[in-house]
C-alpha cells in the first residue's frame, strides 16, 4: 500500500498524517506544537521517524498565501522555499497549498455523516460550491468541477464590504465606520467580529462595552446572563446567513453552501434555531432562487489534512 504524507499547519499547531493514496483515507495523525520546532521540516522527519515509513509524495496545507516558491507563515516564525525542502526531505512531488484551498478540496470527499445540513434541497452534482469559515478570520473559496477535476478558487472574500440590510445592521456598520474606516465582513464575521458586533451594540446605546474575548461573549449569550451578548450572537447567525446567500448568489451555487472554521461549532444549539437561514434566503425577488440551495456545516474533524490528501490525489492524476 503507498502512502503520500499530508499537513495541516497553523500558527499554533502542526498536524501530520499519513494519506492511502488509492483511497484518500487519513490515518496516524499527529499533532505537533509548532513551538518546539525550529522549522517545518523538523517537524516532519519528526513525524516520518516515529511512523518509521518513507513517502515519496506530500503536501502541506498552511495557514498563509501561497504565491512563490518563499513561504513564509503569517502568525508563525516558520519560513521555506518549497524547492529546497523537497529536495532535503527527497521527495518527488511535494504540493505547498492555502489552508482554505485544502478545506475546499475536502467537499468532494465528505459523506453525509461528515456534515450538518441547514435547509435547501439536495446538493446537485457537479455544480459549483462555495464554502466559507469564521475563526480568526473570515476564509472563502469556490469550488468547481471541470474536466473531471475539481477546482479550488481561492480569494480574499472576506475582505468584501459588510452589507448591512436591516436598521439594527444599520447602525453597527455606523458605529464600526467610525472606528475603523473600512467596514470589511470579516470585521463581523470572525472572533475578533464578535467582540465588534457586541461593543457596537453597546456603544450605540451610549454606554461603555466590557473588555471581553469572543469566549466571554459566547458563553454569557448560551447563559442568558447577557443581554447584549445574546444580541451579539444572534447578529452573528444572521450576517453569517446573509454572507452565504451572498456566495450563492455570486457563483449559483446549487453544489451547496459549505461552514468551516472554528466558531460556529461551539454554539451549534443556539445557531440551529438562530435566523440563519431565514437571513440565508432573504434576497427579495431571488427567494426562490437560494432557496432551494442547501447548506452543510463541516462536522469532519479533520477537513484540512483529508482536503491536502485530495489536493495531491488530484496532481498525481486519480479522479475523487
Known amino acids: 500500500m503507498t502512502y503520500a504524507l499530508v499537513g495541516d499547519v497553523g500558527g499554533t499547531n502542526a498536524r501530520l498524517a499519513l494519506c492511502t493514496v488509492a483511497t484518500g483515507e487519513i490515518t496516524q495523525a499527529k499533532t505537533y506544537s509548532g513551538l518546539e520546532f525550529d522549522s517545518l521540516e523538523a517537524v516532519i522527519r519528526q513525524y516520518l521517524k516515529a511512523c518509521d515509513i518513507e513517502v515519496q509524495d506530500a503536501c502541506i496545507a498552511i495557514a498563509c498565501p501561497v504565491t512563490e516558491d518563499w513561504v513564509a507563515m503569517t502568525n508563525h516564525s516558520w519560513a521555506f522555499s518549497i524547492k529546497e525542502m523537497k529536495a532535503s526531505l527527497g521527495l518527488s512531488h511535494l504540493e ?50 471541470v474536466d473531471r477535476r475539481w477546482v479550488s478558487l481561492p480569494g480574499e472574500g472576506g475582505h468584501v464590504d459588510f452589507a448591512p440590510n ?63 451578548c445574546r444580541r451579539a450572537l444572534s447578529l ?21 453552501v459549505y ?9 451549534m444549539e443556539f445557531f440551529k434555531a438562530s435566523g440563519f437561514r431565514a437571513a440565508f434566503e432573504d ?17 469532519h474533524g479533520q477537513p484540512g489534512l483529508l482536503g491536502a ?11 475523487l
Open 96 to 145: 505547498v497549498i492555502n489552508d482554505f484551498t485544502a478545506v475546499s478540496m475536502a467537499i468532494p470527499m465528505l459523506s453525509s455523516d461528515d456534515v450538518l445540513q441547514f435547509g435547501g434541497g439536495d446538493a446537485q452534482p457537479g455544480k459549483p460550491i462555495a464554502v466559507y469559515g469564521a475563526g480568526t478570520g473570515l476564509g472563502v473559496a469556490h469550488l468547481v468541477h
Open 166 to 228: 436591516s436598521e439594527e445592521e444599520d447602525i453597527i456598520l455606523e458605529v464600526l465606520r467610525a472606528e475603523v474606516g473600512h467596514v470589511s465582513a470579516e470585521r463581523v464575521l470572525s472572533g475578533p467580529g464578535l467582540v465588534n458586533l457586541y461593543r457596537a451594540i453597546v456603544k450605540a446605546d451610549n454606554r461603555l462595552p466590557e473588555k471581553w474575548e469572543p469566549k466571554d461573549i459566547t458563553e454569557r449569550a448560551l447563559a442568558d446572563s447577557c443581554i447584549d
Open 236 to 256: 452573528f447567525c444572521v450576517i453569517m446567513g446573509r454572507f452565504g446567500g451572498n456566495l450563492a448568489l455570486n457563483l449559483g451555487t446549487f453544489g451547496g
Open 259 to 267: 461552514i468551516a472554521g472554528g466558531i460556529v461549532p461551539r454554539f
Open 283 to 299: 434576497k427579495g425577488r431571488f427567494r426562490d432562487y437560494v432557496r432551494e440551495i442547501p447548506v452543510f456545516m463541516i462536522t
Open 309 to 319: 490528501g485530495a489536493h495531491l490525489r488530484q496532481t498525481l492524476g486519480m479522479h
